[in-house]
């Protein structure tokens, strides 16, 4: 279809003509309504980021002497975390003399490991950071 002709038909049916295979012989176009094209387009990329986003690390922050119940609720956190499948990072700070006993520290890692076996596997083993124990764990 000659190029006038073609035009004149996107006019008359209020859309655009878009030439889609430029390098074809003849050139290959179609007619669509461009805003709506690009619309689509500009939605289906935001959708494309958010599903790449989801890999994003959580940081649960807990204390060597935590108490039996506060750890549960830690605990519940971090499985609701790895279910919408986030990483967490899980960090012990130690205040003042705390820090000479870092097996307190490590007791407290393990019982949280144990309580989300199931759901998670460990990422990176506990390492001190300063003045705090960091354990990365990570949904299966």
């Given at each position: 279809m000659p190029l006038r002709e073609a035009l004149e038909l996107a006019a008359?049916?209020?859309?655009?003509?878009?030439?889609?295979?430029?390098?074809?012989?003849?050139?290959v176009c179609k007619l669509l309504d461009y805003d709506k094209f690009i619309?689509?387009?500009?939605?289906?990329?935001?959708?494309?980021?958010k599903a790449r986003r989801q890999g994003e690390i959580k940081e649960v922050r807990l204390r060597p002497r935590i108490s039996e119940h506060d750890l549960s609720y830690r605990i519940k956190d971090i499985r609701?975390?790895?279910?919408?499948?986030?990483?967490?990072r899980v960090r012990v700070?130690?205040?003042?003399?705390?820090?000479?006993?870092?097996?307190?520290?490590?007791?407290v890692l393990e019982k949280i490991l144990s309580g989300v076996s199931d759901l998670a596997k460990l990422e990176q083993r506990p390492r001190s950071d300063g003045r705090s124990l960091v354990m990365l764990i990570s949904s299966k």
């Open positions: 008359r049916k209020d859309l655009d003509l878009v030439e889609v295979a430029p390098n074809a012989n003849p050139p619309y689509e387009k500009i939605r289906k990329e935001k959708e494309a980021r609701e975390f790895l279910s919408d499948g986030h990483k967490v700070f130690f205040r003042g003399r705390e820090i000479d006993h870092p097996e307190l520290a490590l007791k």
